[in-house]
């Protein structure tokens, strides 16, 4: 987590200091002492803030990807008008943001893991925010969906979900290999296969 400059408040060394531990030990194992002890505040100041781990975990996840939505959303893809070239543009966006976005992981593949049957509120934010991040595919895929003259095409909906598994796969891959390559390749793969569909091999890039 990038901090702003000037005055860090205790607030925001507990959500950086949660975020790193729980992407690198899981939420489950950071313990209140722990996030306490590498923030350099109180457990009295953790509990005014925050009045249980859970809480302080929905906070990081909420920044987290609220900070991620932006480097997402800010893209050229923005100026493009045709929507399949759109979908082209943003997916190299994508690949181009991975090590923004993903160097450390995912924290919320992290937690779909790690509070399986834990915590039913964790679990719910998590799912909500996969199904978001469907729904939201669904309608950037929808029209090289319609564009294809291919047969046997998978509809939007399932392009979204195959591009969040081919990310969420990646990340696992990338952390086990130590190097962002994998999560880039996977996005440039799932482009390239959209290329294919709507029959116009393009490089994704605005020139």
């Not at 992981?105 to 909500?128: H, N, P, W, Y």
């Not at 669904?138 to 081919?166: G, Y």
Request: hydrophobic share 40%; glycine share 6%.
């Amino acid at each position: 987590m990038v901090l702003p400059m000037g005055r860090i408040t205790a607030k925001e060394k507990l959500l950086s200091a949660a975020e790193a531990l729980m992407l690198a030990d899981g939420y489950s194992r950071t313990t209140v002492e722990s996030v306490c002890e590498d923030a350099g505040v109180t457990k009295g100041s953790l509990y005014h803030h925050f009045k249980t781990k859970e809480d302080l975990g929905i906070a990081v996840l909420d920044g987290w990807i609220s900070r991620n939505a932006e480097i997402l959303q800010n893209g050229p893809h923005q100026a493009v008008t045709d929507p399949t070239q759109a979908a082209l543009v943003y997916l190299q966006h994508v690949a181009d943001s991975a090590p923004d976005l993903w160097r450390s992981g995912c924290f919320v593949g992290s937690l779909s893991m790690d509070i399986a049957g834990a915590s039913d509120r964790m679990q719910k934010s998590v799912e909500t925010i996969f199904r978001g991040f469907v729904k939201e595919h669904t309608d950037l895929f929808q029209p090289v969906v319609e564009k294809s003259k291919l047969e046997n095409v998978p509809s939007a909906e399932e392009l979204a979900e195959w591009f969040l598994s081919s990310i969420e796969g990646s990340i696992v891959l990338a952390k086990a290999y130590r190097q962002i390559d994998p999560i880039t390749r996977a996005v440039e793969s799932f482009r390239r296969y959209l290329e294919i569909l709507i029959g116009e091999p393009t490089t994704g890039r605005e020139n």
